[in-house]
């Protein structure tokens, strides 16, 4: 039998989603934008998650890279544009674009399930390189509608743990939820050349063991260990994770692409409810 998410369209027409499968919940650290490209051992990984895991009927992306000032926020555009938010790279990752559809009757399901805040409706964002980088490696068709849920600095970290369990019956329906951040992110360290710095390891390590016990308390209250502002001088790559490990329950978490680039960038990834993928 097929489980089916029904919501209205504009002008009053409805839409309807189909998917047999439960999905997984994914959390990538995405790191840089070159990833997008498609030829490393990062976006490799990507590559064989999308091959693994059941095709999504929707996508719900929540990336380090849309932080609003006020509220919160999901696209809820028919076509979402590539947005090319960095600067200085190579001109080729200017020219990339992610021609997947959107879905505004997926954004007013996301409406009515989120009961902790008011989500609003964004016709402007699209999506960034936290998304689009990863999502052309795991489904370079791009025929998977796409949306991104915002994150805000002001509202306090357990606010997304909260949405995150609201969103969870998605995966009955057949929505990929997906975070895309860095359980460490410093740039202001960044070496290319350099090896893994102590501290990045040491908050690496306790972000993995407390995922590994479903210590929620301590992945909420990150900012407690004495090394997190190392870790994130700003907290936009860390949030994330928080929504995906809301919305994955009592699943347990499988790890991938467990390695640190240029000393400061873990790009430790996780994915709850797929089995044994050994990626």
């Known amino acids: 039998m097929h489980s089916e998410v029904a919501s209205s369209g504009k002008g009053g027409k409805s839409q309807d989603f189909f998917q047999t499968d439960t999905m997984p919940v994914v959390f990538i650290g995405h790191g840089s934008p070159e990833n997008g490209r498609g030829d490393t051992s990062f976006s490799n990984s ?16 929540i990336s380090a890279h849309w932080v ?22 190579p001109e080729d990752l200017y020219r990339i674009e992610y021609p997947c559809p959107g879905s505004p009757a997926g954004a007013m399901l996301v409406q009515r399930l989120v009961q902790s805040i008011p989500v609003a409706p964004d016709s402007e964002w699209g999506l960034d390189h936290g998304s689009w980088s990863v999502l052309r490696n795991m489904y370079p068709a791009a025929d998977i509608p796409v949306m991104q849920l915002s994150l805000n600095y002001n509202q306090p970290p357990s606010l997304l743990f909260e949405i995150g369990k609201e969103l969870s019956p998605l995966r009955e329906q057949g929505v990929l939820i997906m975070g895309s951040g860095n359980i460490v992110h410093n740039l202001m360290a960044l070496d290319p050349n350099a090896e893994p710095y102590s501290w990045a390891l040491e908050f690496d390590d306790i972000v993995k063991n407390n995922l590994v016990e479903h210590d929620v308390d301590s992945l909420v209250h990150y900012s407690r260990y004495h090394i997190s502002a190392l870790a994130h001088p700003t907290s936009e790559h860390y949030l994330p994770l928080l929504c995906v490990i809301g919305a994955a329950g009592n699943d347990r978490p499988e790890f991938f692409n467990e390695s640190i680039f240029g000393g400061s960038v873990s790009m430790r990834s996780v994915v709850y409810g797929a089995g044994n993928l050994n990626l």
């Open 46 to 61: 990507w590559k064989q998650l999308g091959k693994r895991i059941p095709k999504p009927a929707l996508i719900l992306c």
């Open 68 to 89: 609003i000032q006020e509220g919160t926020a999901v696209t809820a555009m028919e076509k979402p544009r590539t947005i090319h938010d960095f600067y200085g790279f």
